[in-house]
T-cell receptor, first 115, second 110 residues
Framework: GAVVSQHPSWVICKSGTSVKIECRSLDFQATTMFWYRQFPKQSLMLMAT?????????EQGVEKDKFLINHASLTLSTLTVTSAHPEDSSFYIC???????????FGPGTRLTVT | QQQVKQSPQSLIVQKGGISIINCAYE??????FPWYQQFPGKGPALLIAIRPDVSEKKEGRFTISFNKSAKQFSLHIMDSQPGDSATYFCAASWFGDMRFGAGTRLTVKP
């Protein structure tokens, strides 16, 4: 089956610093990847849609200058949380869709804690 | 704007019983309806999915029932097991743009 990995699985950073999260599709190419945010006991909220070779499309209310997304290749998308604050602490999950497929495969998530 | 409404918020079922989770959507453009299972601290895993041209799909103990005219779909888990205890999310998608329900926390008691 299609496998999506994320790195790191968890990260602790200090307020004001930036942190980068990687999302990789391991056994398929994905022209489109998605980034979600999930708070405890809540649903997944789509943050942005990442298309290889073009700028990401952000959902309303998501600061594109704070959450930088780069989809440099068909197997890698990165999310950089810039100038992180404690309220950015959350579970960040990426997903990817194989070409010619509707199915969206999710990564294992990255737990970000900002102190 | 909640495009997919899911109920119940939590569900407790005895081992061997049937778990039923319901979802309703608003946007008729949605054309793909998956269900995801999520364990604490893990990413969602695709459980089963259906397209609107089919009214029912069964895979093992899991069945999706789909009512296009009512814009509703449901997940039935037959012979529920303690290992099924997790949070279940329904979703609706259009060209990859996926919207999730609020989730149902299922507990299966032994």
């Amino acid at each position: 089956g299609a496998v999506v990995s994320q790195h790191p699985s968890w990260v602790i950073c200090k307020s004001g610093t930036s942190v980068k999260i990687e999302c990789r599709s391991l056994d398929f190419q994905a022209t489109t990847m998605f980034w979600y945010r999930q708070f405890p006991k809540q649903s997944l909220m789509l943050m942005a849609t990442s298309n290889e070779g073009s700028k990401a499309t952000y959902e309303q209310g998501v600061e594109k200058d704070k959450f930088l997304i780069n989809h440099a290749s068909l197997t890698l998308s990165t999310l950089t949380v810039t100038s992180a604050h404690p309220e950015d602490s959350s579970f960040y999950i990426c997903s990817a869709i194989p070409s010619s497929s509707y199915e969206q495969y999710f990564g294992p998530g990255t737990r970000l804690t900002v102190t | 704007q909640q495009q997919v409404k899911q109920s119940p918020q939590s569900l407790i079922v005895q081992k061997g019983g049937i778990s039923i989770i319901n979802c309703a959507y608003e946007n008729t453009a949605f054309d793909y309806f998956p269900w995801y299972q999520q364990f604490p601290g893990k990413g969602p895993a695709l459980l089963i999915a259906i397209r609107p041209d089919v009214s029912e799909k069964k895979e093992g103990r899991f069945t999706i029932s789909f009512n296009k005219s009512a814009k509703q779909f449901s997940l039935h888990i037959m012979d529920s097991q303690p290992g099924d205890s997790a949070t279940y999310f329904c979703a609706a998608s259009w060209f990859g743009d996926m919207r999730f329900g609020a989730g149902t926390r299922l507990t299966v008691k032994p």
